[in-house]
Nanobody, 114 residues
Framework: QVQLVESGGGLVQAGGSLRLSCAASRSIVSINYMAWYRQAPGKQRELVAGITSGGYRNYAESVKGRFTISKDNAKNTVYLQMNSLKPEDTAVYYC????????WGQGTQVIVSS
């Protein structure tokens, strides 16, 4: 079982940056896949970025070149660096881990003002 706690959300102006953190309750070295999803009001939850245990990364087209996912195995933490933020990036961002089953954090709100 894995517990995930997100932090780092907030209010930022368009063009600004935020870094989200996802702290896991256990070592992430052996977790197959960790990812960030987001859900905007009235929309379905969508994948933003993911990283495998081996370090392979994938991104949604809408965030390529602006967002970077990374992880620190020593800190059991996954990060999402978000640059050049746009109002359409406004959403609740969720951390996800695939380890036997799927685990989710409680989410952190990101609001980008125009």
């Amino acid at each position: 079982q894995v517990q995930l706690v997100e932090s780092g959300g907030g209010l930022v102006q368009a063009g600004g940056s935020l870094r989200l953190s996802c702290a896991a309750s256990r070592s992430i070295v052996s977790i197959n896949y960790m990812a960030w999803y987001r859900q905007a009001p009235g929309k379905q939850r969508e994948l933003v970025a993911g990283i495998t245990s081996g370090g392979y990364r994938n991104y949604a087209e809408s965030v390529k070149g602006r967002f970077t996912i990374s992880k620190d195995n020593a800190k059991n933490t996954v990060y999402l660096q978000m640059n050049s933020l746009k109002p359409e990036d406004t959403a609740v961002y969720y951390c996800n881990a695939v380890y036997g089953g799927a685990y989710w954090g409680q989410g952190t709100q990101v609001i980008v003002s125009s």
